[in-house]
């Protein structure tokens, strides 16, 4: 991270030369609030991680809603390149049935799971079907996560809104020939009922559900 920023404030140091505006280094000047790289990253993953309001963002690190605002459009990219340069940010789409192979070419085996973020209950009547999940009884939005057993995320799908179904989800982004599914041990949970019989594979692995005796 640290080496991330140093290469972001030389270049905008630089062209602000170029361009006759400063020429003030890149490393003087006034120093914010969040001084170190840690808490700039757990500013940045705090953000994505409960989606709060910049008012209430502001206030959990002490400086104001533009303060919180600026620092999230000034950190964001940065902590996603960094994260990029390490090998541990999650791919988003796959171009091919080989591109996906080759990503998870050592992993043995994989799990299949969504995670539901929680949203402010919209004020559009639409919108709050749209985005209303029963199972979690409140409005949310959903994406696919793809991870290993040690809990490394390898795959963070699109996101879709909180009413859509965890196996409609999947059946949206993993085409069934072309999903590759066959190729490794695969794990999910009762959500994706349906998915032995619609996908190919002789290691996917879905729990039993659990009979009612009257």
Known sequence: MSHVEKEARAAKYEQAVLNGES?????????????????????????????????????RFGMSKSAAFDNIVRYFSMVQKALARLGVLPHRTFSNLEEFREIFSDIEPIIIDVTER????????????????GKKKTHTVKNTIIATMTKLILFVGQTFSGHNHDYKIL?????????????YQTLVNLGYQGIIKDYEGNDIQIPFKKHRYV
């Not at 990253?41 to 206030?59: A, H, N, Q, R």
């Not at 929680?118 to 999940?133: G, I």
């Not at 059946?171 to 190729?183: L, N, Q, T």
């Open 23 to 59: 020429k003030r280094k890149p490393d003087k000047g006034h120093k914010g609030i969040l001084r170190t790289p840690i808490q700039k990253i757990l500013f940045v993953l705090l953000y994505c991680k409960t989606y709060p309001t910049y008012d209430e963002l502001g206030s």
């Open 171 to 183: 059946k949206e982004e993993f085409f069934r020939d072309e999903a590759g599914f066959e190729y």
């Open 118 to 133: 929680r949203l402010n209950r919209p004020k559009d009547e639409t919108k709050q079907k749209e985005n209303y999940s």
